[in-house]
């Protein structure tokens, strides 16, 4: 299945970033582009997510100096546009991977594309990670540990829960049950022409 090929790949790269646990560490792709392209995206999807997660954590350092959070937002910022451009990609995938494909009269729509709940998919993996860690710290008190595996617990079972979807979305699609209809992220911050302030830049 498409979600247990996504998750084992999300792992692998959550667990090759932590062996350095560094954001300015080179990146690595291990599927190449022309032989393996949904997994080359899923992989550089879930690292820009990694880095991400861990730009969040640092931007909320109580002693980060003005300079350096301006700089670490903007990462984060470029980060979003990158996260949101690889996710546009997936799905570009998956409309050409079904573009022979004839929706049923009374095909449906869904709330997402698959790309989009890939992405989540690609966020749980994370939050599973580090809720582990805290589930299992050593210098945490004990209650702490319990409440942390509870959530733990909880999250591994809304990734069975969203895998499944995942799945039964792609199959519905492939059958004709359901049709994409992929809206591009128009996103309008980071437009000179459109956001004022950069526009008055210019």
Known sequence: MFSEKSNRIFIQVIETYHVKDEVHQDFTNPFDRKDSLIEHLLYRKCWIDTVQWHYEDLIRDPNISPEDALVLKRKIDASNQDRTDTVEYVDSYFLDLF????????????????????DRLSILALKIYHMNEEANRTDASEKHQMTCKAKLNILLEQRKDLSLAIDQLLEDIKLGDKYMKVYKQMKMYNDDEMNPVLRSKR
Request: aromatic share 4%.
């Open 99 to 118: 573009d022979s494909v004839e929706p049923k009269s009374d095909a449906k729509i869904n709330t997402e594309s698959p790309a989009w709940g890939i």
